[in-house]
């Protein structure tokens, strides 16, 4: 595998970015320079387009088998250097040593279930209303795919849109996010290099949102766009998309609920709670966001929640360890900073933490919060928990789909029912009873509702998202068009 990550790739080559200004990609903890890529412009995008879609017409028409081998051998590529790529999540993404692990774990299983779609491109036969027809449909690869990879779980989040892409006989051409456009992208290009992926079919452009971020949704060439990220960015992508009548796959925000019922086990969801919160330091999409604990058992949860919270060990994310490490720059630690101090003023009491040293906020707890506060109104995305007390079973649901978004959630309860009734009641692309929210297995659906985004990925949903159908019918026998026709002809 390819290390040396200062040039973009394109069309099998890696070229230096035509544009003027470097990307300067620096670790998050230490403030040491990484690498310096120079950068892509609209130039270099339209060629990765360009070879994108030559490719991409003789790879929908190899065979089945052809392209599993690819997807398994990526799969041996990153086996056989999970050391050097876990290294670069931590280094490169503020990646705690446990979680770049488990997301190289997932992106592995990602592989695997892509590894079956090849074979699973399948068609059907229907019967006709006309007599002598047949009716076929048959399942196609959409042409080319952008792809818009995030900084919190880079390795994941693009590999996700990557393989099943790449399986479904796409091309794709990758813009991975200016903080991480290694593991984001570049690594990818080395992983499928070695695996033996014809020229042509993955591109990678690192450059600017402010240079390309436009140009890569609005190019002429892809039928879909690939997106994780937040939700204003999600819209202006929506908005060009759909002006051009592009399809996209979009998994945006969230404001996710975690529902504490009076009946619950209390070790049980403090033990899902913690882990929901400051796994990855809260910088996940589905990490929890508000913490609504029946009244009766609020302070006994608190109580509880807080001691442990301050036993997370917090700082060098290189040491295997750490439990929560920094940030991904200093203007996310500052935002956050900013709406804890909003919300005390607002009359919540800060219990623990709220402290930061460089990019690392240390773990923080705050009770009694309401649901109209900053930190409940806002996505925290950093390792801040807020607990908000609730009286009645109507009253927490009408408080978690208070806000526009609706990704993922939990609700804990003794009573199984109790917990699914409300679970159905939660507007929401993905919910847990007895657990927490941060859940995504390659074969299940994933994706949110409301403004949390379109689309599913994963498993037999995302192979719908990147390929479409066709129907073809045939007429066996001479149809008749009855008054259409002159009969009169000999």
Known sequence: MK??????????EWITGSSDSQMRNTNPFTGEELAITQAADKNDLDAAYKAAAEAQVSWAKELPQTKRAVIEKAQEVMLENKELIVDWLIKEAGSTFIKATVEFGASINILKEAATFPYRMEGKILPSQQAGKENRVYR???????????????????????????ATGNAVVIKPATDTPITGGLLFASIFEAAGLPKGLLNVVVGRGSEIGDDIVKHPTPRLISFTGSTPVGKRIGELAGGALKKTALELGGNNNFIVLNDANIDQAVDSALFGKFYHQGQICMAINRIFVHEDIYDEFAEQFIARAGKIKFGNPAEQDTQVGPLINRDQVDRILKDIDATVEQGAKLRLGGNADGNVLEPTVLT???????????EIFGPVAILIPFKTDEEVIDMANAYPFGLSGAVHSSNIDRGTNIAHQIETGMIHVNDQSVNDEAHMPF??????????????????????????????????????????KE
């Not at 690869?141 to 790449?166: D, K, Y």
């Not at 009694?368 to 806002?378: D, H, S, Y």
């Not at 159908?469 to 066996?476: D, E, G, N, P, Y």
Request: charged share 20%; no cysteine.
């Open 447 to 488: 994706g949110g509702e409301k403004e949390s985004g379109l689309g599913r990925f994963n498993g037999e949903w995302v192979l719908e998202e990147f390929t479409t159908l066709k129907w073809l019918s045939v007429q066996h026998q001479r149809r008749q068009y009855g008054a259409f026709v002159d009969n009169t």
């Open 140 to 166: 196609n690869p959409l042409g080319v795919i952008g792809i818009i990879s995030p900084w919190n779980f880079p390795l994941h989040l693009a590999i996700r849109s990557i393989a099943p892409a790449i």
């Open 3 to 12: 290390t040396d990550f200062s040039k973009i790739y394109i069309n099998g």
């Open 368 to 378: 009694g919060v309401t649901n109209e506060m900053p930190l409940a109104e806002n």
